[in-house]
């Protein structure tokens, strides 16, 4: 399959590969070629740019001890009437306050570094995923603690790293502290919670047995599809662009931060379209409740990576 790097449409995409110098081996399949060459680069960006932002608090952090120190030094040698060695505390501060300035500035070069690969890593797992064709429904861009991959009734050996994929019949479950981002094939991003159990199956359909999943619509608005959530109180159709979906065994609860979804009961019969700002509750063997004003949802920041690097 021939790769264009317009049909991404995101320019993270674009930013990383010039940024790396990469070009594609001829004897490398796309597929081989995103997993094997670009993904580990992206990644050691993104690992440097978290190193970088550590680094850069650190040195502000000194940078404001020292100002501190110095601005009282200064005062207290002015009280003694000591000119010169409150001008000497003045300019330790004024070096600190400099200090403190390229600190910042490289604070805010880093963060931009590291949303530009991760945006990258996103646009690069969702071309692998599209380009596996039929033989995958998502591919990992991220795993943190306890996250079980089975497949056809079996564990398989994924532990949720960049590059790796899931078929229709692939089941998710995290524990205590586990966390998964999945980039799906039908340009959906999804974020599954602990506690949470999610299972693939046919026609871009995900069931969600229980748990916490948030998820959000990429910028690939050509190559989206249909897409459906199902709970085993509900059904999700979804229309908007970033909601969250809470499956426990009494109810489900749909929440939407933008656009907008329409929730069916299991035999689709009834259904309520929820708003932005909005949330509704299906209980089981129940239907979709009224929509209510919903000022609890929290964004997520997608930008950030899930593992507490």
Known sequence: MRRSIHSIGLTAWIFSLTALGLAQDPA?????????????????????????LVAAETKISNARTNIRKATALEDQYKNLGDTTAAQGAREVVDIAQQTKKKAEA??????????????????????????????????????????????????????????????????????????????????????????????????????????????????????AKKFEVRTPSCAIAVRGTEYSIRSAPEGTTIEVHEGSVEVWDPKKTTSAVVEAGFKVYVPKDGLPGTPEKDDTWKSLDWDAPIAGE
Do not use: C
């Not at 399949?29 to 960006?45: C, F, N, Q, T, Y």
């Open 106 to 223: 490289w604070k805010e070069r880093s963060l931009l570094n590291k949303q530009r690969a991760v945006k990258a890593i996103e646009s690069v797992t969702y071309t692998l995923a599209h380009n596996l064709g039929g033989n995958a429904d998502a591919v990992s861009s991220g795993v943190t603690g306890d996250v079980k991959i089975s497949r056809a009734g079996k564990f398989v050996d994924l532990y949720g790293s960049d590059g790796d994929y899931l078929v229709p019949g692939d089941k998710i479950e995290t524990g205590a502290d586990g966390k998964i981002d999945l980039v799906m094939k039908d340009g959906h991003k999804i974020h599954l919670e602990p506690h949470s159990t999610m299972t693939f199956e046919k026609d871009a359909v995900t069931l969600l047995d229980e748990g916490f999943l948030a998820a959000r619509r990429l910028a690939l608005e050509k190559l």
């Open 28 to 52: 490398l399949s796309d597929s081989r070629w995103i997993g094997d060459e670009v993904l580990p680069k992206l990644e050691a960006m993104k690992s440097k740019a978290n190193k970088d």
